[in-house]
């Protein structure tokens, strides 16, 4: 597995007549020894949402390695309803709540990869690495990632606010259903971190989504 992605992404990166791309290739993730480190981001949409975190040794690149998927939640009407990922069966990507959504950056700093993708996959169906992806680089060293995604709006350069649009939420590369992945590590030593998000900065969200 980690042989298919590492040459899929150079291939990506490399690739004749594909769309330019500009991305860090990652590095395998430093083994984690005692405590696992925390890093707290800004929550990556503005309405609710669930995630599926990868638990230790899972995946071993940086950027994957603690990461979590996070998928957009809807059906609740007042009192009534279900919170669910889907509207009926989940069968189109057109059905999922998250689709298309907008991805907010989880966090201040400097754009650091964008990789493009056209690719989309059948929900149900997994496809194949890479997926389309934003690295953020913070001034205090983390490279945050955010895969699967899809009409990326930032280029590399670009500085970005937590909070600030960059992205919808795609369903592409090693995917099977629309959603975001996120993960973060300290770059100079490819040292996998576990997200905490930021609560207060998603009440802020909600409250300023609300009011719109």
């Not at 290739?25 to 707290?40: N, Y």
Request: charged share 20%; with cysteine.
């Amino acid at each position: 597995m980690l042989a298919i992605l590492a040459a899929a992404l150079m291939a990506a990166q490399a690739g004749a007549g594909a769309p330019p791309r500009t991305f860090i290739m990652p590095p395998r993730a430093k083994p984690v020894e005692g405590a696992i480190e925390l890093v707290e981001l800004s929550p990556i949409f503005a309405v609710d949402f669930v995630c599926s975190e990868h638990y230790l040794g899972q995946i071993d690149y940086a950027g994957d390695a603690l990461g979590t998927d996070c998928m957009v939640t809807g059906g609740l009407d007042g009192d009534s309803g279900f919170s669910r990922p889907f509207r009926t069966g989940g069968r189109t990507n057109e059905d999922w709540y998250g689709w298309m959504a907008e991805v907010l950056s989880p966090t201040d700093g400097v754009v650091a990869g964008v990789l493009a993708r056209d690719q989309v996959n059948v929900p149900g169906t997994l496809g194949r690495p890479p997926a389309a992806m934003v690295q953020i680089r913070r001034d205090d060293g983390v490279l945050v990632t955010l895969g699967h995604a899809a009409a990326i709006s930032v280029k590399v350069g670009d500085r970005v606010r937590a909070g600030q649009p960059i992205a919808k939420v795609g369903n592409n590369g090693f995917s099977r259903a629309p959603h975001i992945h996120v993960g973060a590590y300290r770059e100079a030593s490819a040292e996998p971190l576990q997200i905490r998000w930021d609560l207060r900065a998603a009440a802020k969200l909600r409250e300023a989504s609300e009011g719109e």
